[in-house]
């Protein structure tokens, strides 16, 4: 990728080296690296390292401060569309605040857990916008309560978790890059934050979500210019009878600001897992496939033939892209084939910002076309699902 920004001086930009006392952390290369399609060296990435100084410190600042957390599990954005979209859950986060680092000749890679909090530590609370233990395990099956033999709360937390582990100068300036000393192995988790909330509108009880969705009126049964959340704010007000807040718990972010790199985790770790998928230890430099998001496409008619092949995307390789289909005019020898006797045939090509996928298997589809004879066969309309 590097390749691909072509010369980095017309970009203003000269990489550090890597400092030789960093092998005193017996890295391996892959932890220096791109790892696509998470991590690519592409000119944002590249600005931002050099804006932050290549500093390590500035670097994780950055992330905690400028990126806010969302909880969902896995790989979905890759390191620049985190940086754009300003939001990520803890792997997405991981991989961003990594290839700032690997830019800045940091050695750097995912490390993967259980952590938990106290049962009275309401930080964790505070971090997924729960107010309690209940509201928390709700967000999703990774929530969960930590319970000892005897089945007893004796705390909460993530059944799965991202943080990272980067080598770092770390003995006298903890991070700052002012000493180049002391290298070392140190865990830093920049998703986790803590938020000032202000109580939003609460939506009652006698709110009938399915009634607004299908009832009479419903949001989904008529066609409608609003986005569903426009309808759904507006409906809510009629009810109230007034204007509505924002709903819910609306959080503040608190920033980050710290001389040195935090010397441990915010939370306790209660143990180290595997990644699967053929990596067999806690920490990698890459991702495995089977931790990504997968974006399936299929292209059907209205008796489920397929038209397109199914094709498999990654969400990190494309979340900040433009994925589009299209309809081709069909070529002289498939109209041939269909023996017919003007060209109501189109096949479907996809394409990613504007390169099409070169696809084997597709098939041609007959739009509605009127008869030139009574011999030809019935014309279909173009029905996709």
Not at 38 to 66: C, G, M, S, W
Not at 112 to 134: C, Q, T, V, Y
Not at 157 to 184: F, Q, V
């Amino acid at each position: 990728m590097l390749a691909a920004n072509g010369d980095l001086s017309t970009l203003g930009i000269t990489l550090p080296e890597v400092d030789s006392e960093a092998q005193t952390c017996d890295y391996n290369p892959a932890d220096l690296a791109e790892a696509a399609p998470e991590i690519r060296f592409d000119q944002t990435i590249l600005k931002l390292a050099k804006q932050l100084d290549y500093n390590p410190l500035k670097i994780y600042e950055y992330v905690a401060n400028h990126i806010s957390y969302q909880a969902y599990f896995g790989s979905l954005k890759g390191a620049t569309a985190t940086l754009v979209s300003g939001s990520g859950n803890a792997t997405d986060q991981a991989s961003l605040i990594i290839a700032l680092l690997r830019v800045s000749k940091i050695p750097a890679r995912y490390v993967r857990g259980h952590i938990s909090f106290a049962p009275d530590d309401e930080r964790g609370f505070n971090w997924m916008g729960a107010k309690g233990l209940e509201g928390f395990k709700q967000i999703d099956h990774y929530h969960v309560s930590v319970v000892d033999n005897n089945d007893t709360v004796i705390g909460y937390g993530l059944k799965l978790h991202t943080w990272i582990e980067a080598c770092i100068p770390y003995d006298n300036y903890r991070g700052s890059r002012a000493d180049a000393s002391g290298y070392h192995w140190i865990p830093l988790d920049p998703s986790y934050e803590q938020k000032d909330y202000v109580q939003g509108t609460t939506v009652p009880d006698s709110f009938d979500l399915n009634d607004f969705f299908y009832g009479t009126d419903g949001y989904m049964l008529k066609r409608s210019l609003q986005l569903p959340h426009e309808a759904f704010e507006e409906r809510l007000a009629q009810k109230l009878g007034k204007a509505i807040e924002p709903i819910g718990n609306q959080g503040t972010k608190r920033l980050v600001k710290q001389d040195i790199l935090p010397s441990t985790l915010p939370y306790h770790v209660l143990g180290f897992a595997q990644w699967g998928d053929g990596i067999t230890s806690s920490d990698t430099a890459t991702l495995p496939q089977n931790h990504r998001f997968v974006f399936r496409i299929t292209v059907k008619d209205k008796h489920n033939n397929v038209l397109h092949p199914r094709v498999d995307l990654n969400m990190p390789e494309i979340a900040s892209k433009r994925v589009t289909l299209r309809f081709d005019g069909a070529t002289q020898s498939q109209i041939d084939k269909n023996n017919c006797v003007v060209n109501p045939f189109v096949t479907p090509v996809l394409s990613i910002d504007g390169d099409d996928l070169i696809i084997n298997g597709k098939q041609s589809v007959r739009l509605c076309t009127p008869k030139k004879s009574a011999g030809d066969a019935d014309c279909q309309r173009l029905n996709l699902y």
